[in-house]
């Protein structure tokens, strides 16, 4: 599986971005999906992650209420709609890949197969 995701760029404190990973193949309806962020110097951390299905989400307390995830399996596209976002969101942002449904894990960057190239995402206050 390849993942390609594109959309970051830059915006001031309170817009919003909209970020899409594209994956090929044919098995990405199997797949657990989610989005990362890793910013100089720091750990790469769970942003949100959705089931393969997509009725289950996940998302982590800093974006809960601004940030949504959704996939479109026809289209083996996973999106993440970005709103009020605020300078702490500046990071390289990576789409990953899980060959789970879902995961008791699904926050840990380990328990991901592929992984995407990253998009950066930079917000001024």
Avoid at 56 to 66: L, P, Q
């Amino acid at each position: 599986v390849q993942l390609q995701a594109s959309g970051g760029g830059s915006v001031q404190a309170g817009g919003s971005l909209r970020l899409s990973c594209k994956a090929s193949g044919r098995t990405f309806s199997s797949y657990l999906m989610g989005w990362f962020r890793q910013a100089p110097g720091k750990e790469r951390d769970i942003v949100a992650a959705i089931s393969s299905s997509g009725i289950m989400t996940y998302y982590a307390d800093s974006v809960k209420g601004r940030f949504t995830i959704s996939r479109v399996n026809s289209r083996n596209t996973v999106t993440l709609q970005m709103n009020s976002l605020e300078p702490e969101d500046t990071a390289t942002y990576f789409c990953a890949a899980d060959r789970a449904n879902w995961s008791p894990r699904l926050s840990r960057a380990y328990e991901y197969d592929y992984w995407g190239q990253g998009t950066q995402v930079t917000v001024s206050s």
